[in-house]
């Protein structure tokens, strides 16, 4: 089985502090995610990665960052932590190949609160 | 520009009764089309997925989707719903035609509530 992991359930911040997200796949994938879900909004890609060292833009990129030094390991960092980003942060990791590569494999998720 | 529109916010039926939940894209070509669901306090998992070829498609927990080019949707169906159905579900669209790697873009999603 594919499984995502990512560092906390749960995280409460304040404004102006840098957070770290991570997220940890361990099925050998290429890709990896980060997305942001908002009632009502659905998912939005913040950014993702197709590589050690490589990234992409997402939807939604402005007041993020994202780190892959490791193959399976993909850090989401917010430079300067604000209310309007106090949402849940979900990771998502696929393999390559024609079709397999949009097939998904999303972690628990982290519910940030930023105070 | 892709797009996914899932017109219903909120659905409830009653266990037992069939489900059907809507979902429309826009894309200038045959898109990719996949359904996740999403338990209470959990990542999402994908329910079933469709490339090309059948356009009827089964997925896993006894759900199927049908592919309609003529009507650009990818409607989620269940003949029997059952209490652990309920859960947020999302119908989701790629692939990007402008991006390196395998991008999929999300509808808002459908909260389906099941009645006793």
Same mark, same amino acid.
């Given at each position: 089985?594919? @499984?995502?992991t990512?560092?906390?359930? =749960?995280l409460v911040? %304040?404004?102006?502090?840098?957070v *770290?997200?991570?997220?940890?796949?361990?099925?050998?994938h290429?890709?990896?995610?980060?997305?942001?879900?908002?009632?009502?909004?659905?998912?939005?890609?913040?950014?993702?990665?197709?590589?050690?060292k490589?990234k992409e @833009?997402?939807?939604?990129?402005?007041? =993020?960052?994202?780190? %892959?030094?490791?193959?399976?390991? *993909?850090?989401?960092?917010?430079?300067?932590?604000?209310?309007?980003?106090?949402?849940?942060?979900?990771?998502a990791?696929?393999s390559?190949?024609?079709?397999?590569?949009?097939?998904?494999?999303f972690?628990?998720?982290?519910?940030?609160?930023?105070t | 520009?892709?797009?996914?529109?899932?017109p219903?916010?909120?659905?409830?039926?009653?266990?037992?009764?069939?489900?059907?939940?809507r979902?429309n894209?826009?894309?200038?070509a045959?898109?990719y089309?996949?359904?996740?669901?999403?338990?209470?306090g959990?990542?999402?998992q994908?329910?079933?997925?469709?490339?090309?070829?059948?356009?009827?498609?089964?997925?896993?927990?006894?759900f199927?989707?049908?592919?309609?080019?003529s009507?650009?949707?990818?409607?989620?169906r269940?003949?029997?719903?059952h209490?652990s159905?309920?859960?947020?579900?999302?119908c989701?669209v790629g692939?990007?035609?402008?991006?390196s790697?395998?991008?999929i873009i999300?509808?808002?999603?459908?909260r389906?509530?099941?009645?006793?």
């Amino acid at each position: 089985d594919v @499984k995502v992991t990512q560092s906390s359930r =749960y995280l409460v911040k %304040r404004t102006g502090e840098k957070v *770290f997200l991570e997220c940890v796949q361990d099925m050998d994938h290429e890709n990896m995610f980060w997305y942001r879900q908002d009632p009502g909004l659905g998912l939005r890609l913040i950014y993702f990665s197709y590589d050690v060292k490589m990234k992409e @833009k997402g939807d939604i990129p402005e007041g =993020y960052s994202v780190s %892959r030094e490791k193959k399976e390991r *993909f850090s989401l960092i917010l430079e300067s932590a604000s209310t309007n980003q106090t949402s849940m942060y979900l990771c998502a990791s696929s393999s390559t190949g024609t079709h397999r590569s949009y097939e998904q494999y999303f972690g628990p998720g982290t519910r940030l609160t930023v105070t | 520009a892709q797009s996914v529109t899932q017109p219903d916010i909120h659905i409830t039926v009653s266990e037992g009764a069939s489900l059907e939940l809507r979902c429309n894209y826009s894309y200038g070509a045959t898109p990719y089309l996949f359904w996740y669901v999403q338990s209470p306090g959990q990542g999402l998992q994908l329910l079933l997925k469709y490339f090309s070829g059948d356009t009827l498609v089964q997925g896993i927990k006894g759900f199927e989707a049908e592919f309609k080019r003529s009507q650009s949707s990818f409607n989620l169906r269940k003949p029997s719903v059952h209490w652990s159905d309920a859960a947020e579900y999302f119908c989701a669209v790629g692939p990007s035609p402008y991006s390196s790697a395998s991008k999929i873009i999300f509808g808002s999603g459908t909260r389906l509530s099941i009645r006793p």
